[in-house]
């Protein structure tokens, strides 16, 4: 509990006698304890701060006294006040200052102990991760012991077949000369009766043949060519010749004799990419180098890829992850063209599916032809969709009724394309549409 010290009483004592007029006392007082000395401030202490304190130490009698039957930490809680609390406010705000402190000690308390929780939980942790690391040092200890048993089994077996082998060759040598006599003998009789005699232990293989499209010859030594090594890193083939030079030769991979059924230049004219029948995409760049191949495991930036799996996929060059999957036709895909940078067009067999990136449905379904459709293009507006088909027509989709095409006889139309119609051109205003068939 909060004591008083005697200059504090002293100086009670002395505005006591001064507010109740004791002049005499006061100065008597005031002199002997040196009150004009120490270090109180007296606009602090309220008028009959005595007569206050002496009644507050009633109140406190009176607390205790009520507080006393069954309750506990009466004392713990006048340890939060100070005199100056108990002379200046009344009983409810001493309520007030201690429930507050109260409250502010056990958030303390609180705060003190999820603090040591935690600390706990990471000793747990590291005792867990140390014991899983003494299991998997455990494990690694068993698998090398596995590995050495398995190893020594190996070299008994080796072992005993040098032995044999070392027994076969003791045998007797008369048994060889035997042998080698009676393949002599029947060697002879055989070429007496011109019976041809196959000398090699081994069946001969077919030859091996090769088109003109997969040999690759690579000129540039002058006398015969000695040795020639593959780059592990790469398509990169050493050679050394009698030329007295080493020449290193950068090969293309060998693409794979597919037809190509699709191309596209992108918006700057700097690359040109491809797509064919073995089910990848290709860039290319204006000086014919292959720049990147794109498949199922290799990505390029937001294009729709065909595949002999009848699937479209859209992929993302910056994350260099598939974006999204169509399967909606039951052929082949044969021709994908974007109409902006959110849809685009695909065809397959006798269907045309509008796809939206985002949407798992088409948007839009066209099944007017009566053939294979080869080829889909969208008009530079975005608003006409133009296709052609094994079954000799080309199409124009609109929401307005467009006729079929017919003009083409009996002749399977396998392209199509629009006119350039920005300003500059020949048909600057006009939306004309040019397909092709073979001759």
Not at 140 to 147: C, D, G, N, P, T
Not at 304 to 328: G, H, N, P, S, Y
Request: glycine letters at 6%; aromatic letters at 6%; proline letters at 3%.
């Amino acid at each position: 509990m909060t004591s008083i010290t005697s200059v504090e009483m002293n100086y009670l004592i002395f505005r006591y006698l001064q507010e109740s007029g004791f002049t005499h006392s006061t100065f008597t007082l005031g002199y002997e304890a040196g009150i004009n000395k120490c270090s109180i401030d007296g606009s602090m202490v309220p008028p009959g701060a005595l007569i206050t304190f002496v009644q507050r130490g009633l109140q406190y009698l009176e607390m205790e006294a009520s507080l006393g039957n069954g309750e506990t930490g009466v004392d713990e809680d006048f340890l939060f006040l100070q005199p100056l609390d108990i002379i200046t406010k009344n009983v409810h705000e001493l309520r007030h200052i201690v429930k507050e402190k109260k409250k502010n000690l056990q958030k303390e308390k609180d705060k003190d102990d999820r603090e040591k929780d935690r600390v706990k939980d990471r000793e747990k942790n590291r005792e867990r991760d140390k014991e899983k690391e003494r299991e998997r040092e455990i494990e690694q200890e068993r698998e090398a012991e596995r590995y050495c048993r398995i190893r020594e089994k190996e070299i008994e077996k080796s072992r005993e077949r040098k032995e044999k082998d070392k027994d076969r060759s003791k045998q007797p040598e008369d048994h060889s000369k035997e042998m080698a006599s009676d393949q002599d003998a029947k060697m002879s009789s055989e070429l007496e009766r011109n019976v041809p005699v196959d000398i090699s232990p081994v069946s001969h293989s077919q030859p091996l043949e090769f088109s003109s499209a997969e040999v690759t010859v690579l000129e540039g030594h002058t006398n015969e060519v000695c040795t020639c090594a593959w780059s592990p890193a790469g398509s990169v083939l050493a050679s050394g010749s009698g030329d007295s030079t080493a020449r290193i030769w950068t090969l293309r991979t060998h693409e794979g004799n597919k037809d190509v059924t699709a191309l596209d230049w992108n918006g700057d004219g700097t690359l040109l990419a491809t797509g064919a029948y073995d089910g990848q995409a290709r860039i290319w760049n204006t000086n014919g180098e292959l720049k990147s191949i794109f498949g199922r495991r290799q990505r390029t930036h937001i294009h729709a890829e065909m595949e002999q799996e009848r699937t479209a996929i859209v992929w993302d060059v910056k994350t260099e992850e598939i974006k999204q999957q169509f399967d909606l036709h039951t052929g082949a895909i044969l021709d994908v063209d974007w109409r902006n940078n959110g849809s685009f067009a695909t065809c397959s067999d006798n269907m045309i599916y509008v796809c939206k990136i985002g949407e798992s449905r088409p948007v839009k379904t066209f099944s007017g032809h009566q053939g294979e459709v080869n080829c889909v293009k969208w008009d530079p507006t975005g608003s006409i969709l133009a296709s052609c088909s094994d079954d000799i027509t080309a199409n124009m989709k609109h929401d307005k009724y467009i006729p079929d095409l017919r003009e083409h006889a009996n002749k399977t139309i396998y392209t199509i394309r629009w006119s350039p119609t920005r300003p500059g051109t020949n048909n600057p205003n006009q939306q004309l549409l040019h397909h092709l068939t073979p001759q």
